[in-house]
């Protein structure tokens, strides 16, 4: 028995209206959709996806423009990184594929800024096809449903996911919605600290629930470091001045973002050495070309 045909069940009943899940959302929405999700809430992101696809509805769109117009465009979604990717893979996208986003894993994966997470979801998502993805939420239901423990383990592709493929049916639809309800059943119902049990498709059949939910015997998980103070939050003040200038921002005006000088450098050389910057303190701060 696999936990599919609940979670189908569950899923097609209960899940969230998202813009990616709408019939006729396009491939290159999905993509979108996915490099934006990387460690940012949904509620962040519906915003500026709707934002993006109505400015760039197609990878041409997107590839005929500076780079710079992305990373404005980003603004605050956070790692600013995924925006000059984005630019790349649209590129790249029009180059190697005549503008359309390729279905097969592989040709996903060479594109820049594609991980097997997102070539997996793009494959199962936007084509359906019978493809396990696996993420934060799937590798918990996965280790408490099917492994009867109360915590996954670290990320193993060897280990993830020939687990979530030997829950997958043949149906292509019903895979395609056991992948994507597995995700939500983590999301919203078999969350890390208060699962909501009672409320679970999967109640009668989990192996944790069944093994009277014993505690989580491994290593903790690592707190997530403080953004307040950190050098990501001085990256983040750097590019909000040059978003918001339509010249080079002198070295003094970025002076006057963060006033501890050696992390305030250090945030820079680390922006200009990602490509998010480009210039010097001779010639002004720029977003790339």
């Not at 929405?29 to 915003?47: C, D, K, N, W, Y």
Request: hydrophobic share 40%; proline share 8%.
């Amino acid at each position: 028995m696999t936990v599919s045909p609940a979670i189908v069940s569950w899923y097609r009943e209960n899940r969230r209206d998202l813009p990616w899940r709408r019939p006729g959302f396009t491939p290159w929405g999905t993509l979108v959709s996915e490099f934006m999700l990387q460690q940012t809430p949904v509620a962040r992101v519906i915003p500026r996806l709707e934002e993006w696809l109505e400015r760039w509805p197609t990878p041409e769109a997107l590839a005929s423009g500076p780079a710079s117009d992305a990373v404005r465009a980003w603004d605050r979604l956070g790692y600013p990184r995924r925006a000059l990717n984005l630019h790349a893979c649209a590129i790249a996208i029009v180059e190697r594929h005549g503008g359309q986003v390729p279905s097969d894993v592989a040709d996903l994966l060479a594109l820049p800024g594609i991980g097997d997470y997102t070539a997996r979801a793009i494959a199962a998502f936007a084509y359906g096809l019978r493809v396990p993805v696996v993420d934060t939420n799937v590798r918990r239901v996965l280790a408490r449903a099917v492994e009867g423990i109360a915590e996954p383990w670290a990320p193993n592709a060897k280990r993830d996911l020939p687990l979530m493929e030997s829950q997958l049916p043949d149906d292509l639809a019903a895979a395609r919605d056991t992948n994507a309800g597995a995700m939500e059943l983590g999301a919203v119902i078999c969350v890390a600290r208060t699962p909501r049990c009672s409320e679970c498709p999967l109640l009668e059949q989990c192996a944790w629930v069944l093994r009277g939910r014993p505690e989580h015997a491994g290593p903790k998980a690592r707190a997530q470091k403080r953004f307040e103070g950190s050098d990501r939050q001085v990256r983040g003040l750097i590019l909000r001045e040059l978003r918001s200038s339509e010249i080079p921002v002198t070295a003094g005006e970025i002076e006057s973002v963060w006033e501890s000088v050696e992390q305030r450098d250090r945030a820079l050389a680390s922006l200009l050495l990602d490509g998010l910057v480009t210039g010097s303190a001779v010639e002004g701060y720029s977003l790339p070309d």
